[in-house]
Antibody, heavy 120, light 108 residues
């Protein structure tokens, strides 16, 4: 059974950097694409980006200048860094497994989500 | 960016009724790349449908998807109490992913 678990600080300061990790169990980080999605309080879902073990990550253009995603094959986890934080970055952050090829694109396994609050 | 607009914003129905949720795209979406998710309060989204009409593993057959081009529909044939939740459509195109704003399905 594939499971994903997000971890990271629950509170970060404005102008600071958010670093989150998603630990993957039951699957290899080299076997799939992986993605991050966030959800501000009371609002809808926003795609942050996706990463594969080969090739360059693909980011949401609205966040591209502030986002970095990476994979750690030795730890079987992937990470998200988001810089220059503002209150608008306050959200629940989800990691998800992405199935992607010519015939389909969908996120079938999700972490439970981690709440991040940007506040001084 | 392809904008997805879901309607209605809120749908009030009773258990046993049929639910029809709409997702309209600002430009044509590949049929390979349109999915639907269900989200309950305090939970992560759950994949229901991918590639417009393929049900994800373990999803009951009362859930079905249809559509093409810019107009897509999620249908729940007979509502069960556990189906009352928020539903999102999602597309991938031009190297970007966008979600609709969601339809809240509530008990009447």
């Amino acid at each position: 059974q594939v499971q994903l678990q997000e971890s990271g600080p629950g509170l970060v300061k404005p102008s600071g950097t958010l670093s989150l990790t998603c630990a993957v169990s039951g699957d290899s980080i080299n076997s799939n694409w992986w993605s991050w999605v966030r959800q501000p309080p009371g609002k809808g879902l926003e795609w942050i980006g996706e990463i594969y073990h080969s090739g360059s990550p693909n980011y949401n253009p609205s966040l591209k200048s502030r986002v970095t995603m990476s994979l750690d094959q030795s730890e079987n986890h992937f990470s998200l860094n988001l810089t220059s934080l503002t209150a608008a970055d306050t959200a629940v952050y989800y990691c998800a497994r992405l199935n992607f090829n010519y015939y389909y694109y969908y996120m079938d396994v999700w972490g439970k989500g981690t709440t991040v609050t940007v506040s001084s | 960016e392809i904008v997805l607009t879901q309607s209605p914003g809120t749908l009030s129905l009773s258990p046993g009724e049929r639910a029809t949720l709409s997702c309209r795209a600002s430009q044509s979406v590949s049929s390979s790349y349109l999915a639907w998710y269900q989200q309950k309060p305090g939970q992560a989204p759950r994949l229901l449908i991918y590639s417009v009409s393929s049900r994800a593993t373990g999803i009951p057959d009362r859930f079905s998807g249809s559509g093409s081009g810019t107009d897509f529909t999620l249908t729940i044939s007979r509502l069960e109490p556990e189906d009352f939740a928020v539903y999102y459509c999602q597309q991938y195109g031009n190297l970007q992913v966008t979600f609709g704003q969601g339809t809240r399905l509530e008990i009447k």
